[in-house]
């Protein structure tokens, strides 16, 4: 349906386009129930940059791209707003929250901290297999950077720490790291092509998996630190 020449029509999007743009996201989130559903589809389009942020949306453009009605779409909007992803513009859409400095400066200083101690409850726990595997990991990034293909990187970069998380086994702790995970996997996507090709990361990573099999839970826990605090700051330089 066509709108009257208002205010509005200047956020208009080609739906078709959008749609194809989130083709793959839809077909990989399973959620049946519909609130869940939009929830899902547009927090990973936010966080994949398909959505860009600082861009405006009409509510009712985004149900046609999702194919629902705007009361599902309303509720996951409601719910990305209290997780601070969206802004909502009342009577007309949202704002997909842009990459602020400062929030994100705020971010790293708590993550990078608590991802240090994950290194060094995981150093306790871990066994030989799970350290192979992580440097198995470690060899994927570094062929994926050597192909030049930064979204690979990207991808099992993200695995590599989200799997050291998970070997520290502390829910509370994942919880808190979770929270902020998809924000600063949009900001890396975002910067990854203004900032120099990753290869220090390969190094940092190798460092931190020889004090884990070292069972230097301290040296992990710094290693894991500094490497989080160097990428930080090239990041926020190439904002
Ligand atoms: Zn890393």
């Known amino acids: 349906m066509k709108e009257h020449n208002d205010k509005n029509s200047e956020t208009s999007i080609n739906i078709k386009k959008v749609q194809e743009e989130l083709v793959h996201i839809m077909n990989n989130v399973k959620d049946t129930k519909l609130p869940q559903r939009a929830y899902q589809i547009l927090r990973l389009a936010i966080?994949?940059?398909k959505l860009m942020p600082g861009k405006t949306f009409l509510e009712r453009e985004m149900a046609e791209v999702l194919g629902m009605s705007r009361t599902p779409v309303?509720?996951?909007?409601i719910r990305l707003q209290t997780?601070?992803?969206v802004r909502l513009i009342p009577r007309r859409g949202f704002i997909v929250e842009?990459?602020?400095?400062?929030?994100?400066r705020e971010t790293y200083e708590v993550v990078e901290v608590l991802e240090g101690l994950t290194a060094k409850l995981a150093t306790d726990k871990i066994d030989d297999q799970e350290l192979d595997d992580l440097e198995a990991l470690i060899d994927e990034q570094e062929r994926?950077?050597?192909?030049?293909?930064?979204?690979e990187w990207a991808k099992h970069d993200d695995l590599f720490h989200f799997k050291i998380?998970?070997?520290?086994?502390n829910k509370r702790l994942t919880?808190?790291?979770e929270v902020h995970a998809d924000q600063l996997y949009r900001t890396r996507l975002f910067t990854i092509n203004k900032r120099p090709l990753p290869f220090r990361s390969i190094v940092e990573h190798r460092a931190i998996i020889a004090c884990m099999r070292a069972n230097d839970g301290k040296a992990a826990q710094e290693s894991m630190q500094s490497h989080r605090k160097r990428a930080r700051n090239?990041?926020?330089k190439a904002l």
């Open 47 to 49: 966080r994949d940059l």
């Open 165 to 169: 998380i998970n070997y520290a086994d």
């Open 74 to 77: 309303r509720e996951a909007l």
């Open 175 to 177: 919880n808190v790291i």
């Open 144 to 151: 994926a950077l050597k192909e030049n293909d930064l979204t």
């Open 83 to 85: 997780e601070g992803v």
């Open 98 to 104: 842009p990459i602020e400095t400062d929030d994100l």
């Open 234 to 236: 090239e990041i926020l």
